[in-house]
């Protein structure tokens, strides 16, 4: 009996392992892809100024539960090197936050909310300057 409840758990630790492994690899491959199409982009427009901005994207979200009608925000405003910032408006019914982070080489040098990520990743592959969000939801 002990030998098949370690037999079972074995299976399931393998099983789990290869799906994370999966999930993983399917993450790796959308990155590659991603800077694939950034790559091309530059490339296809020729370089110019590489520090000026020219990559803006607008991402619109329901920051809170509160408020509907997407009126909270990110702005991600990036460079050729993939540098610059991103802008946030978080709207309640009562008051606004607004928060500012460096993007550095096209990643946040703190961490960003999936609004923020989505608004940089859409202005590094030029799909602005408005994006629909994945991630709506109340923080």
């Known amino acids: 009996m002990l030998v098949t409840t370690w037999v079972i758990v074995g299976v399931v630790a393998g099983i789990s392992g290869v799906m994370i ?3 993983a690899l399917r993450q790796a491959r959308a990155a590659v892809e991603d800077c694939q199409r950034t790559l091309a982009r530059q490339a296809s427009e020729g370089m110019g100024d590489l520090k000026a901005i020219r990559d803006v994207a607008v991402c619109r979200y329901d920051a809170l539960s509160e408020m509907s009608g997407r009126l909270s925000f990110s702005i991600a405003m990036i460079n050729g090197l993939g540098d ?4 946030t408006s978080i709207n309640g019914q009562s008051e606004t936050r607004t928060y500012v982070r460096p993007v550095v ?5 703190q961490p960003l909310s999936p609004e923020e990520e989505e608004a940089v990743r859409a202005a590094r592959l030029g799909l602005g300057p408005l994006v629909p969000s994945r991630a709506s939801g109340p923080l």
């Open 105 to 109: 080489g096209g990643k946040g040098q």
């Open 21 to 23: 492994g999966y999930l």
């Open 84 to 87: 610059g910032i991103v802008l």
